[in-house]
């Protein structure tokens, strides 16, 4: 190839981010352009990372750095499948990735979960991160919660849940975020998981912000404290499996205070049916579980009734679907090889990557995603030579071509007006951000 690579990214979070980063830190020759659904950069650290987790959000300073990149340009507010397909792409761009992420939950299938109050991770993470595409309000109207999980997602749903408003309001939340939660009358907010302590898959870190506010009593059911040989092999072998371990025994067996909220954790309780009356929650019935040596768990036929009004399964994210690409329904994963996307033949299709979640299901931290964009860039540059030129040699064709659908499209200087704004409004109220929540806004804002 005699000029420039020219690499189409969809998706400008972490995944997409750090994509364009290694191709432009690579000794070939190429340009990137990100195309992003929101009218704003960064996905996952904008959209699915709780409010008060400033460090996780730090993050975004590294990401914005790329932006920065004369190599990269990013379009924002232009979703695939809609604004632009596949076809499309391919008469601009020599090799396209997706790295679309995550955004929906995946389905727990036990009767009661589609009751009034049972609800989705996923769905309340963008409500309190302020997603464009959701409702404004949510429903927050139990004093008893149940969250199903025992992952990172979980304890932020949880801590969300536990807190109370004014404690958030130094955060970036939106204002009807916080008037939501302002007006909850949660009391107790309850967290299960179907296996032990030793198998949970929450960060050392995550575990101890819990026990940061000082409205929220964290207690540690004791009886879920329970270890086999394969639990007491992951201890010795993890550290952060023992920090995990060492922090849980430790809340156990202390006294139990006065804060006025309480946040329950429960290990070896797994959700068997969610209960109902005149189509609304009014409980959850759980299996008390025993370990059964290599770290899995069986039911002992002992169940309780928790009276909670309200469910929240965060028992995992899932990939939807993406036009014109394979999907593996089960594992909501792209099918793929090194990064190059297998079609129905087991083939690689010619230039069609795919890189973080969409690639290896949700699994893992934000930084796992930089080995896996290392890994799909190094194919797509090994197949670089052979790739076909894209027929359209200019650049800016495709700005052309998106204007001429009427395509209300943003950019990095778009986004830096949009991002000055929001912190206007935070330091008009002693706040470091205060978000803008509607699209139409956002856009607005961005293309001023």
């Known amino acids: 190839m005699t000029r420039s690579l020219r690499v189409a990214v969809i998706g400008a979070g972490p995944a997409g981010t750090y994509t364009a980063d290694t ?3 690579s000794a ?3 340009s990137v352009d990100l195309f992003e659904r929101m009218p704003a950069p ?8 709780a409010p008060d987790h400033p460090r996780i959000k730090g993050i975004v300073t590294a990401l914005q750095r790329v932006l920065d990149r004369p190599e990269v340009r990013f379009f924002g507010n232009v979703e695939y499948g809609v604004d632009v397909k596949l076809d499309d792409l391919r008469q601009f761009y020599d090799a396209v990735v997706f790295a679309t992420g995550a955004e929906k939950d995946r389905p727990l299938d036990i009767p009661g979960i589609d009751l009034a109050g049972s609800y989705g991770a996923a769905d309340f993470v963008s409500w309190y991160d302020g997603h464009p595409d959701v409702p404004r309000t949510w429903p927050l109207d139990a004093s008893r919660v149940a969250v199903l999980g025992v992952g990172n997602v979980a304890l932020d749903v949880a801590r969300v849940l536990a807190k109370t408003a004014d404690e958030l309001l130094t955060t970036e939340i939106p204002d009807n ?11 107790d907010v309850h967290v ?3 296996r032990g302590p030793a198998q949970a898959k929450f960060t050392p870190l995550e575990l101890r912000e819990l026990d940061h506010s000082p409205n929220v009593e964290v207690i540690v059911h004791p009886e879920g404290i329970d270890f086999c040989a394969a639990s007491m092999a992951a201890i010795r072998s993890s550290k952060q499996v023992e920090m995990v371990v060492k922090t849980l025994q430790e809340w156990a067996l202390r006294d139990v205070g006065d804060r006025p909220r309480r946040l329950h954790l429960h290990f070896l309780e797994a959700p068997v049916e969610v209960l109902g009356a005149d189509g609304a929650v009014t409980g959850l019935r759980t299996e008390r579980m025993r370990l059964v040596g290599d770290g899995s768990a069986e039911g002992t036929g002992e169940f309780t009734d928790w009276p909670v009004q309200a469910v929240y399964r965060a028992v995992g994210y899932l990939s939807t679907h993406l036009p014109d690409l394979p999907f593996d329904h089960a594992s909501g994963t792209v099918p793929h090889r090194a990064g190059r996307v297998l079609g129905l033949d087991d083939r690689a299709l010619t230039g069609v990557y795919v890189t973080g979640w969409i690639k290896r299901g949700p699994v893992g931290l934000i930084g796992h995603t930089k080995g896996d964009a290392l890994e799909t860039v190094t194919s797509l540059l090994a197949d670089a030579p052979a790739l076909p030129a894209a027929p359209v040699a200019d650049r800016d064709a495709v700005v052309r071509f998106l204007e001429q659908r009427a395509v209300p499209f943003t950019t990095v200087d778009g986004w830096r007006r949009l991002d000055a704004h929001e912190l206007a409004l935070g330091a008009a109220r002693g706040r470091e951000r205060v978000k803008v929540v509607d699209r139409a806004e956002m856009t607005a804002i961005s293309r001023s």
Not at 42 to 49: P, S
Not at 177 to 187: F, I, Q
């Open 23 to 25: 191709l432009i830190k």
């Open 28 to 30: 070939a020759d190429v």
């Open 177 to 187: 975020v916080y008037r939501g939660l302002k007006a909850s009358p949660v009391t």
């Open 192 to 194: 299960f998981g179907r």
């Open 42 to 49: 960064y996905g996952l650290i904008r959209y699915g990372v």
